[in-house]
Protein backbone atom coordinates (compact mmCIF):
# COMPACT_ATOMS: atom_id res chain seq x y z
CA UNK A 1 0.00 0.00 0.00
CA UNK A 2 1.03 3.53 -0.73
CA UNK A 3 0.21 7.42 -0.13
CA UNK A 4 -0.13 10.23 -2.18
CA UNK A 5 -0.78 13.43 -0.82
CA UNK A 6 -1.69 15.75 -4.07
CA UNK A 7 -2.12 19.36 -4.33
CA UNK A 8 -2.69 22.01 -6.95
CA UNK A 9 -3.16 25.76 -7.93
CA UNK A 10 -1.23 26.82 -5.08
CA UNK A 11 -0.86 30.00 -6.33
CA UNK A 12 2.44 31.01 -3.94
CA UNK A 13 0.50 30.42 -0.95
CA UNK A 14 3.59 28.77 0.68
CA UNK A 15 1.57 29.20 4.44
CA UNK A 16 -0.73 26.40 3.55
CA UNK A 17 1.81 24.37 1.63
CA UNK A 18 3.94 24.45 5.05
CA UNK A 19 0.77 23.19 7.34
CA UNK A 20 0.98 19.73 4.76
CA UNK A 21 4.68 19.10 6.18
CA UNK A 22 3.77 16.47 8.31
CA UNK A 23 1.09 14.69 5.46
CA UNK A 24 3.88 14.89 3.47
CA UNK A 25 6.23 13.54 5.54
CA UNK A 26 4.24 10.35 6.05
CA UNK A 27 3.63 9.84 2.54
CA UNK A 28 5.08 7.93 -0.29
CA UNK A 29 4.88 10.21 -2.78
CA UNK A 30 3.38 13.92 -3.47
CA UNK A 31 2.61 15.66 -6.93
CA UNK A 32 1.77 18.96 -7.11
CA UNK A 33 -0.11 20.24 -10.35
CA UNK A 34 0.64 23.14 -11.53
CA UNK A 35 -0.46 26.72 -10.75
CA UNK A 36 2.73 27.64 -9.59
CA UNK A 37 5.09 24.93 -10.24
CA UNK A 38 7.42 26.77 -8.35
CA UNK A 39 5.49 26.42 -4.93
CA UNK A 40 5.98 22.30 -6.75
CA UNK A 41 9.55 22.85 -6.51
CA UNK A 42 9.50 24.41 -2.69
CA UNK A 43 7.60 21.18 -1.64
CA UNK A 44 10.52 19.10 -3.60
CA UNK A 45 13.15 20.32 -2.22
CA UNK A 46 11.66 19.38 1.34
CA UNK A 47 11.00 16.32 0.44
CA UNK A 48 13.59 14.92 -2.44
CA UNK A 49 12.78 12.17 -4.51
CA UNK A 50 9.09 11.25 -3.98
CA UNK A 51 7.86 15.14 -5.65
CA UNK A 52 6.44 15.14 -8.93
CA UNK A 53 6.02 18.15 -10.85
CA UNK A 54 3.20 19.14 -13.33
CA UNK A 55 3.07 22.77 -15.19
CA UNK A 56 0.15 24.96 -15.20
CA UNK A 57 -1.25 27.47 -17.37
CA UNK A 58 0.23 30.19 -15.16
CA UNK A 59 3.72 28.66 -14.97
CA UNK A 60 5.83 30.49 -16.70
CA UNK A 61 8.62 29.52 -15.54
CA UNK A 62 7.96 25.54 -16.69
CA UNK A 63 9.97 23.77 -13.64
CA UNK A 64 7.95 20.62 -14.18
CA UNK A 65 6.17 18.17 -17.31
CA UNK A 66 3.83 19.29 -19.08
CA UNK A 67 2.04 15.82 -18.41
CA UNK A 68 3.21 12.49 -16.62
CA UNK A 69 2.40 9.17 -15.99
CA UNK A 70 3.41 7.08 -13.12
CA UNK A 71 2.54 3.93 -11.80
CA UNK A 72 2.26 3.08 -8.02
CA UNK A 73 2.02 -0.69 -7.75
CA UNK A 74 -0.12 -1.89 -9.80
CA UNK A 75 -1.82 1.18 -10.80
CA UNK A 76 -0.96 3.67 -13.78
CA UNK A 77 -1.92 7.03 -13.04
CA UNK A 78 -1.83 9.93 -15.52
CA UNK A 79 -1.37 13.77 -14.08
CA UNK A 80 -1.82 16.85 -15.58
CA UNK A 81 -2.92 20.49 -14.86
CA UNK A 82 -6.07 20.52 -17.03
CA UNK A 83 -6.21 23.49 -19.06
CA UNK A 84 -5.22 21.61 -22.13
CA UNK A 85 -8.32 19.06 -21.81
CA UNK A 86 -10.90 21.55 -20.91
CA UNK A 87 -11.66 20.50 -17.36
CA UNK A 88 -13.52 23.59 -16.43
CA UNK A 89 -16.31 22.55 -19.04
CA UNK A 90 -16.25 18.57 -19.21
CA UNK A 91 -14.48 15.36 -17.98
CA UNK A 92 -14.56 13.85 -21.17
CA UNK A 93 -11.57 14.56 -22.83
CA UNK A 94 -9.18 14.19 -19.94
CA UNK A 95 -10.71 10.54 -18.70
CA UNK A 96 -10.34 9.38 -22.17
CA UNK A 97 -6.67 10.83 -22.44
CA UNK A 98 -5.78 9.20 -19.28
CA UNK A 99 -7.67 5.76 -21.11
CA UNK A 100 -5.49 5.85 -24.14
CA UNK A 101 -2.23 6.14 -21.64
CA UNK A 102 -3.40 3.03 -20.09
CA UNK A 103 -4.31 4.75 -16.78
CA UNK A 104 -7.31 3.71 -14.27
CA UNK A 105 -6.78 7.08 -12.33
CA UNK A 106 -6.19 10.78 -14.18
CA UNK A 107 -5.23 13.83 -11.76
CA UNK A 108 -5.64 17.05 -12.77
CA UNK A 109 -6.59 20.95 -11.39
CA UNK A 110 -6.98 23.99 -13.38
CA UNK A 111 -10.59 24.86 -12.09
CA UNK A 112 -10.41 25.31 -8.24
CA UNK A 113 -12.72 23.10 -7.77
CA UNK A 114 -12.16 19.72 -6.06
CA UNK A 115 -14.10 16.93 -7.08
CA UNK A 116 -13.97 13.33 -7.67
CA UNK A 117 -15.99 10.88 -9.76
CA UNK A 118 -15.95 7.69 -12.23
CA UNK A 119 -16.44 8.15 -15.87
CA UNK A 120 -15.32 5.54 -19.04
CA UNK A 121 -13.76 3.64 -16.54
CA UNK A 122 -11.21 6.25 -15.12
CA UNK A 123 -11.07 7.43 -11.28
CA UNK A 124 -10.94 11.15 -12.11
CA UNK A 125 -9.45 13.56 -9.15
CA UNK A 126 -9.54 17.03 -8.36
CA UNK A 127 -7.56 18.42 -5.29
CA UNK A 128 -9.03 21.42 -5.69
CA UNK A 129 -7.10 24.65 -4.59
CA UNK A 130 -4.28 25.67 -2.09
CA UNK A 131 -4.55 29.58 -2.94
CA UNK A 132 -5.25 32.42 -0.89
CA UNK A 133 -8.56 33.36 -1.75
CA UNK A 134 -10.87 30.14 -1.48
CA UNK A 135 -11.79 27.07 0.28
CA UNK A 136 -8.25 25.29 0.53
CA UNK A 137 -8.36 21.22 -0.16
CA UNK A 138 -6.24 18.64 -1.23
CA UNK A 139 -6.59 15.47 -2.05
CA UNK A 140 -4.81 12.18 0.08
CA UNK A 141 -4.43 8.82 -2.14
CA UNK A 142 -4.18 5.13 -1.23
CA UNK A 143 -3.27 3.21 -3.94
CA UNK A 144 -3.15 -0.78 -2.88
CA UNK A 145 -2.15 -3.30 -5.93
CA UNK A 146 -5.25 -2.09 -8.73
CA UNK A 147 -6.89 -0.25 -6.19
CA UNK A 148 -7.22 3.44 -5.48
CA UNK A 149 -9.23 5.50 -3.19
CA UNK A 150 -9.15 9.12 -2.74
CA UNK A 151 -10.68 11.74 -0.40
CA UNK A 152 -10.53 15.12 -0.72
CA UNK A 153 -9.34 16.79 2.43
CA UNK A 154 -10.04 20.82 3.68
CA UNK A 155 -7.60 22.08 5.12
CA UNK A 156 -8.19 23.71 8.03
Do not use: W
Not at 20 to 48: N, Q, R, W
Not at 111 to 122: F, I, L, N, T
Request: aromatic residues 8%; neutral net charge; charged residues 30%.
Amino acid sequence: MKTVAVISDTHGNRAAIDKLDGIFAECDFIIHLGDTSSDGMYVAKKFPGKTYIVNGNCDLSRLGEDEITIKIEDTSIFACHGDRYGVKRTYERVAAKAAQEGCRVALFGHSHRADEREEGGVMLFNPGTLSRYSRNTYLYLVINGDKAVGKIVELK
